[in-house]
T-cell receptor, first 117, second 114 residues
Framework: AQKVTQAQTEISVVEKEDVTLDCVYETRDTTYYLFWYKQPPSGELVFLIRRNSFDEQNEISGRYSWNFQKSTSSFNFTITASQVVDSAVYFCALSEARDTNAGKSTFGDGTTLTVKP | ETGVTQSPTHLIKTRGQQVTLRCSSQSGHNTVSWYQQALGQGPQFIFQYYREEENGRGNFPPRFSGLQFPNYSSELNVNALELDDSALYLC?????????????FGPGTRLTVL
């Protein structure tokens, strides 16, 4: 069965610090997709990135970067030079290609990031 | 391009009642998924509709049911409400019904059951 673990429940940093949010996943499928979403207090989940299991290249988008390592089943998310507006709950999610529930995403329980000025 | 919208924003019901939540998918998307997010937890998959047919279902009882309409909007119906049904209900739309398709979420409906 698929599972996503975000061991860090809450992280607090001071503005301009770098912060890494951890995500460890479990799957028996060889083809799968990993996602990160941001959930601000308004409640809407905002899509940040999708990565498929065959693409282990790290990705950088502005202050955001993602490190995907199949060897450790991890898909970590780093925010460089954090800002107060980065404060939110961040979710990592997994979808398996062979899941009979097509389109189902399994989410971790989220990491609450607080960036203090 | 219009994003995913949901109505109502908030809802208060009493135990045993029935509720209908609505979702309009993003323009061009033919797939809608519904998730339940309890406080302090990640979203849990309820079911997905692809071109008006149920395309997958999570571990939710039959009193959770849904519909998708020809314009790809969707409804989530919950009968015989229980206190544990209190949660944020999120709708997500995608271009297709596969695991590869990125889901775009609406703002959610916060349901409180008293």
């Amino acid at each position: 069965a698929q599972k996503v673990t975000q061991a860090q429940t809450e992280i607090s940093v001071v503005e301009k610090e770098d912060v890494t949010l951890d995500c460890v996943y479990e799957t028996r499928d060889t083809t799968y997709y990993l996602f990160w979403y941001k959930q601000p207090p308004s409640g809407e989940l905002v899509f940040l990135i999708r990565r498929n299991s065959f693409d282990e290249q790290n990705e950088i988008s502005g202050r955001y970067s993602w490190n995907f390592q199949k060897s450790t089943s991890s898909f970590n998310f780093t925010i460089t030079a954090s800002q107060v507006v980065d404060s939110a709950v961040y979710f990592c999610a997994l979808s398996e290609a062979r899941d009979t529930n097509a389109g189902k995403s399994t989410f971790g329980d989220g990491t609450t990031l607080t960036v203090k000025p | 391009e219009t994003g995913v919208t949901q109505s109502p924003t908030h809802l208060i019901k009493t135990r045993g009642q029935q509720v209908t939540l609505r979702c309009s998918s993003q323009s061009g998307h033919n797939t809608v998924s519904w998730y339940q997010q309890a406080l302090g937890q990640g979203p849990q998959f309820i079911f997905q509709y692809y071109r008006e047919e149920e395309n997958g279902r999570g571990n939710f009882p039959p009193r959770f049911s849904g519909l998708q309409f020809p314009n790809y909007s969707s409804e989530l119906n919950v009968n015989a409400l229980e206190l544990d049904d209190s949660a944020l209900y999120l709708c997500a739309s995608s271009l297709g019904g596969t695991s590869a398709d990125t889901q775009y979420f609406g703002p959610g409906t916060r349901l409180t059951v008293l």
